[in-house]
């Protein structure tokens, strides 16, 4: 075998790099936050299975959003705890049946 073709096996098994260490947060920079009242970001919201996962079949349809409606969907199906698409479906569904 070729040295070549053996380190491009060796990069394809990953490497065993030991983790880093925690940069140290300055004394000062730790008490600001601690004044600031900063909080930690809550840990991740767990979704329902998505809409294609319940068995329904799909037609796939790009559609482009303003950027700010894009975050209020994101931000509404993260609350609901929905998918975006079941969002989108819904109200489609319903501005369609009117």
Same mark, same amino acid.
């Given at each position: 075998?070729?040295?070549?073709?053996?380190?491009?096996?060796?990069?394809?098994?990953?490497?065993?790099?030991? +983790?880093? !260490? *925690?940069?140290?947060?300055? $004394?000062?920079? @730790?008490?600001?936050?601690?004044?600031?009242?900063?909080? =930690? %970001?809550?840990?991740?919201? +767990?979704? !329902? *299975?998505?809409?294609?996962? $319940?068995?329904? @079949?799909?037609?796939?349809?790009?559609?482009?959003?303003? =950027? %700010?409606?894009?975050?209020?969907?994101?931000?509404?199906?993260?609350?609901? $705890?929905?998918?975006?698409?079941?969002?989108?479906?819904?109200?489609?569904?319903?501005?369609?049946?009117?």
């Amino acid at each position: 075998m070729s040295a070549a073709r053996k380190s491009k096996d060796d990069l394809a098994k990953g490497f065993n790099l030991p +983790k880093p !260490k *925690p940069a140290p947060v300055p $004394e000062d920079a @730790a008490q600001a936050f601690e004044q600031a009242g900063a909080q =930690p %970001s809550p840990p991740p919201v +767990k979704t !329902k *299975p998505r809409a294609k996962d $319940e068995g329904k @079949a799909k037609t796939r349809i790009t559609t482009y959003f303003p =950027p %700010s409606l894009a975050k209020r969907l994101r931000v509404e199906a993260a609350r609901r $705890e929905r998918s975006m698409t079941d969002l989108v479906i819904e109200a489609v569904d319903a501005y369609l049946a009117r």
